[in-house]
């Protein structure tokens, strides 16, 4: 494998570990709010956290043409460079949706999920509750995780990195 990708891989990782803590955050803030419904207004660290994912995702392009800037000669060789490290950092926060999806269910009041009449209906006499329902809905969202989520991540990492890394290379390192 050449160094360079060797490079985004490595950048990919450190930006995919900061962006799992911030699903994990993004999953604590709902947590807390299911439990205390006082604290409504802690919901608004969650606009706070999806700007900082952007930020780190840009910054994770930048990051890996600045690992690996001895090695390129192009501009498209970094906005490549970039893109697999958005990629990397996707597939990271995807693992990390994943986990949330499976534990989600357990940890968050069970009223977040009672959306339909029909599933209110049926609590009432016991139905929808407990076990059975904790596992289809941890079985759904792993399911959505992986469908929806998870290629919204790593599409928008390798978007949003690629253009972090243009930025860096065009302005920082003057390749074109």
């Known amino acids: 494998m050449e160094a360079k990708y060797v490079q985004a891989i490595k950048a990919g990782a450190i930006g995919g570990v900061i962006i799992a803590a911030c699903v994990l955050i993004n999953f604590?803030?709902?947590?807390?709010?299911?439990?205390?419904?006082?604290?409504?207004?802690?919901g608004l660290v969650v606009c706070c956290v999806w700007i900082l994912m952007v930020i780190v995702l840009v910054g994770t392009g930048a990051l890996a043409v600045f690992f690996a800037k001895t090695t390129?000669?192009?501009?498209e060789?970094?906005?490549?460079?970039?893109?697999?490290?958005?990629?990397?950092?996707?597939?990271?926060?995807?693992?990390?949706?994943?986990?949330?999806?499976?534990?989600?269910?357990?940890l968050v009041n069970s009223y977040a999920y009672n959306y339909s009449s029909i599933y209110n209906q049926y609590s009432q006499y016991g139905m929808g509750n407990g076990l059975g329902s904790n596992l289809g809905q941890s079985t759904l969202g792993v399911l959505g995780s992986l469908c929806c989520c998870?290629?919204?991540?790593?599409?928008?990492?390798?978007?949003?990195?690629?253009?972090?890394?243009?930025?860096?290379?065009?302005?920082?390192?003057?390749?074109?």
């Open 72 to 75: 390129l000669v192009k501009l």
């Open 77 to 106: 060789e970094a906005v490549i460079v970039g893109a697999v490290a958005g990629i990397i950092a996707g597939i990271i926060a995807t693992i990390m949706q994943v986990i949330v999806a499976i534990v989600r269910p357990w």
């Open 28 to 42: 604590l803030v709902e947590v807390i709010q299911s439990r205390f419904l006082a604290l409504t207004g802690i």
């Open 150 to 176: 998870g290629p919204a991540f790593i599409v928008i990492g390798a978007v949003l990195a690629a253009i972090g890394a243009a930025i860096y290379a065009s302005f920082k390192l003057k390749l074109s």
